[in-house]
């Protein structure tokens, strides 16, 4: 499965964004989505899930701010993002994954990456 992901861009704190992540082919929402994101010099850090039976999961960084979204028809997974804060500046990664995890190595399908800079 190929990713595309967008949305991305400048904004300033406690504004919003919204990313989308599309697959390139139907999946029949068989495969954890999910997404994931890289501060300059950190590591790359799970931000928030699907699991298969559709229970959103997020981290704790961003709960109750970032929502994620899906829809199957479309293969395609939303993170609707408010109340920016500089700390959530870095590089959003779509992922997906035959079996939920919130770790980084247990997925095997990567999107290419948006930048989302919060500025202060």
């Known amino acids: 499965v190929q990713l595309q992901a967008s949305g991305g861009g400048l904004v300033q704190t406690g504004g919003s964004l919204r990313l989308s992540c599309a697959a390139s082919?139907?999946?029949?929402?068989?495969?954890?989505m999910g997404w994931f994101r890289q501060a300059p010099g950190k590591e790359r850090e799970f931000v928030a899930a699907?699991?298969?039976?559709?229970?959103?999961k997020t981290a704790d960084a961003v709960k109750g701010r970032f929502a994620i979204s899906r829809v199957n028809a479309h293969d395609t997974v939303y993170l609707q993002m408010s109340s920016l804060k500089p700390e959530d500046t870095g590089i959003y990664y779509c992922?997906?994954?035959?079996?939920?995890?919130?770790?980084?190595?247990?997925?095997?399908?990567w999107g290419q990456g948006t930048q989302v800079t919060v500025s202060s």
């Open positions: 992922a997906s994954s035959k079996s939920w995890s919130t770790q980084s190595t247990r997925y095997d399908s």
């Open positions: 082919e139907r999946t029949g929402g068989s495969f954890v």
């Open positions: 699907f699991t298969r039976n559709g229970v959103m």
